[in-house]
């Protein structure tokens, strides 16, 4: 069966600091990916997908990016942190038929 | 553009009554739609889904939806609810573009009271 890694699972940084949240998926093949996130009270923005290695397309202009250099292998990553980065990440995947299939997400606060 | 939308922002309900939670989208085409749950600090787990055949879908917990092409809805129930069933739940509608696009609703919080 399929699953997906989310780490750290935590995690304070300080403003101006850089971020890297990693995401992995098993039990499947060139699955699409994705990175939400969720703001305290409120519903899901979609950040960034892919469907396949290198292919990362953007849905918010933001200060955050994202990477996928294995085919099950997806990274979030900021060179500088702003306190309204502030929030819940959410990695996903899919493949068809169609359904998303979350992580556990990640807790960020920027002090 | 598929869109969401949650009318209850808020919901209290006494165990063991029963339950239900609204959600209507807007897409011109056929959509697939989706519930989740999210407890909180959680990820969220799909609860069941609609892509095509009968309109009435049973999901894990015990919950169903129903669809409703006449009404563009996509409600939520379940008979009997747990203390355990108090979370946040989503409503989703799915486009395939190249990538399946999955617009979220903006969530209804159920509280359950003993």
């Known amino acids: 069966s399929q699953t997906i890694h989310q780490w750290p699972a935590t995690l304070v940084q300080p403003v101006g600091s850089p971020l890297s949240l990693e995401c992995t998926v098993e039990g499947t093949s060139n699955p699409n990916l994705y990175w939400y996130r969720q703001a305290a009270g409120r519903g899901l923005q979609l950040l960034f997908y892919?469907?396949?290695?290198?292919?990362i397309s953007s849905e918010v202009p933001q200060n955050l990016s994202a990477s996928r250099p294995q085919d099950r292998q997806f990274i979030l990553s900021s060179k500088k942190l702003l306190l309204s980065d502030s929030g819940f990440y959410l990695c996903?995947?899919?493949?068809?038929?169609?359904?998303?299939?979350f992580g556990e997400g990640s807790w960020l606060t920027v002090v | 553009a598929q869109s969401v939308t949650q009318p209850d922002i808020h919901i209290t309900v006494s165990e063991g009554a029963s339950l239900e939670l609204r959600c209507n989208y807007s897409y011109g085409a056929t959509p697939y739609l989706f519930w989740y749950v999210q407890s909180p600090g959680q990820g969220l787990q799909l609860l069941l889904k609609?892509?095509?055949?009968?309109?009435l879908v049973q999901g894990i917990k015990g919950f169903e939806a129903e669809f409703k092409r006449s009404q563009s809805s996509f409600n939520l129930r379940k008979p009997s609810v747990h203390w355990s069933d108090a979370a946040e739940y989503f409503c989703a509608v799915g486009a395939k573009t190249s990538y399946d696009k999955v617009i979220f609703g903006p969530g209804t919080s159920l509280s359950v009271i003993p």
């Open positions: 609609y892509f095509s055949g009968d309109t």
């Open positions: 892919s469907v396949g290695i290198g292919q």
């Open positions: 996903a995947w899919s493949v068809p038929p169609y359904t998303i299939y």
